[in-house]
């Protein structure tokens, strides 16, 4: 896109976060962004409910992941983790009802002729990745969903301010500060999902905007592979 600024980000740095930051935590933090409810996943639900396994990227201490095997998800449930304390606990946690694979997901690759029907990367996960790693990882969730599979991406909306510290609005990077470290991440906006996924073989793009329960207002994209 003309006049596309540097999306660079420390996504390395963005380890020990997730590294250093308690299980108790985490989960406050959900209940500070009002998704500790799970208005997010009745919202993604009806869409996913179908598939024969689900792919969560990034789920964390398992937020997600327990709203829908609550509603009665009987598919396949795959997680995909990188920091090694999350992996431990839902291991413990879900003891086989959801495979956990520790794994970048800047390193998701699902070996064809195996593909899922929908990908779920919620909670702001896309916001941690640069431009061209948000591109590559799209890509690589298209390639392996089953075709009327979809790609759902769930992120702040338009309230740039309120996440951190924005270090040029133009380039839309954030910082957020805590006692425990630093989070680099970078705005995506509509624009940005649709021209990713124009270039990444999804046939249409939906979404749905919302608030939380803390009156913060949120995005559901759904990417289409019809």
């Known amino acids: 896109m003309p006049g596309t ?49 689900i792919v969560e990227l990034g789920p964390g201490y398992g937020r997600a992941l327990d709203f829908i095997l609550e509603k009665g998800y009987k598919g396949k449930i795959t997680g995909v983790e990188r920091i090694p304390q999350f992996v431990n606990y839902m291991n413990e946690r879900y003891k086989g009802s959801v495979t956990v694979e520790e794994l970048d997901i800047r390193d998701y690759r699902f070996e064809l002729p195996r593909k899922v029907g929908a990908v779920l990367w919620l909670w702001s996960g896309i916001l941690e990745l640069t431009a061209e790693e948000q591109l590559n990882c799209i890509a690589e969730c298209s390639r392996s969903l089953v075709d009327g599979g979809v790609l759902v991406i769930e992120a702040p909306y338009q309230e740039i301010k309120k996440l951190g510290n924005v270090e040029d609005s133009s380039s839309k990077k954030i910082k957020f500060e805590t006692e425990w470290g630093t989070l680099n991440a970078y705005f995506t906006s509509l624009d940005d999902i649709e021209n990713f996924a124009s270039k990444t073989g999804f046939s249409r793009v939906d979404y749905t905007v919302y608030k939380t329960d803390t009156d913060l207002e949120r995005v559901v994209y759904f990417l289409y592979k019809d």
């Open 5 to 53: 600024p540097d999306y660079s980000l420390q996504k390395d740095g963005n380890f020990s976060f997730y590294e250093n930051i308690t299980l108790e935590k985490f989960q406050y933090f959900a209940n500070v962004i009002g998704l500790h409810t799970g208005k997010d996943i009745d919202i993604i639900y009806p869409r996913i409910k179908d598939a024969e396994e």
